[in-house]
């Protein structure tokens, strides 16, 4: 029973490198979603998608793109990498919208930019 | 401005006692609650949940009370064992925010630990 999978778990990067965090999930979710956590702070949305060809920006989209080509995969890019996107990374998939709806997360990519 | 407030970043409870983890929030919009459960190294796991029109949701030793008027919501665990200890987060879901009830929104969370 995969749920949300997330890859890689563990990247180190330097200033400016661009890469391609993955999500997918099993559950025929429609609704994908992208967090960051830093530490002390609470996780923040990145950016969202409620189905396959649509995504919007959540909280704090700066710097990162991405795209729902798919049901199943939901990919998170960093364009030019900086020291402020150290963080953890989690990405979380639930039914359509509604009341109620649990959300499931991945078990977190940890990003050091250097 | 944080919408959700854990204002406890930490709590030390006895094994079996009851744990009290507090959350306050500003947001009248807001009409679910969760509450998720992290390990180290791990994602955050779904705990529990309360809709705004209830005031009280359990579910085996946890129970979670949502006071509207005051916008505070509680999460109780009894009897609080070893294997609860890790960080409890409380979140929000409003339909204004990002335009789905899917987008949720963190308090900074409260380590819980459960001394043997």
């Known amino acids: 029973n995969a749920g949300v999978t997330q890859t890689p778990k563990f990247q180190v990067l330097k200033t400016g490198q661009s890469m391609t965090l993955q999500c997918a999930q099993d559950?025929?979710?429609?609704?994908m979603s992208w967090y960051r956590q830093d530490p002390g702070m609470g996780l923040r949305l990145i950016h969202y998608?409620?189905?396959?060809?649509?995504?919007d920006q959540g909280e704090v989209p700066n710097g990162y793109n991405v795209s729902r080509s798919t049901t199943e995969d939901f990919p998170l890019r960093l364009l030019s990498a900086a020291p402020s996107q150290t963080s953890v990374y989690f990405c979380?998939?639930?039914?359509?919208?509604?009341?109620?709806?649990?959300?499931?997360f991945g078990e977190g990519s940890w990003l050091t930019v250097v | 401005d944080q919408q959700v407030k854990q204002n406890s970043p930490s709590l030390s409870v006895q094994e079996g006692r009851i744990s009290i983890l507090n959350c306050d929030y500003t947001?009248?919009?807001?009409?679910?609650f969760l509450w998720y459960k992290k390990y180290p190294a791990e994602g955050p796991t779904f705990l529990i949940s309360?809709?705004?029109?209830?005031d009280k949701n359990e579910d085996g030793r946890f129970t979670v009370f949502l006071n509207k008027s005051a916008k505070h919501l509680s999460l109780h665990i009894v009897p609080s064992q070893p294997g609860d200890s890790a960080v409890y987060f409380c979140?929000?879901?409003?339909?204004?925010?990002?335009?789905?009830?899917?987008?949720?929104?963190f308090g900074k969370g409260t380590k819980l630990s459960v001394k043997p």
């Open positions: 979380a998939s639930s039914y359509s919208k509604g009341v109620g709806n649990t959300i499931y």
């Open positions: 947001n009248s919009m807001f009409d679910y």
């Open positions: 998608s409620v189905g396959a060809g649509i995504t």
């Open positions: 309360i809709s705004s029109i209830k």
């Open positions: 559950m025929n979710h429609e609704y």
């Open positions: 979140a929000a879901s409003s339909p204004g925010y990002g335009g789905s009830q899917g987008n949720l929104i």
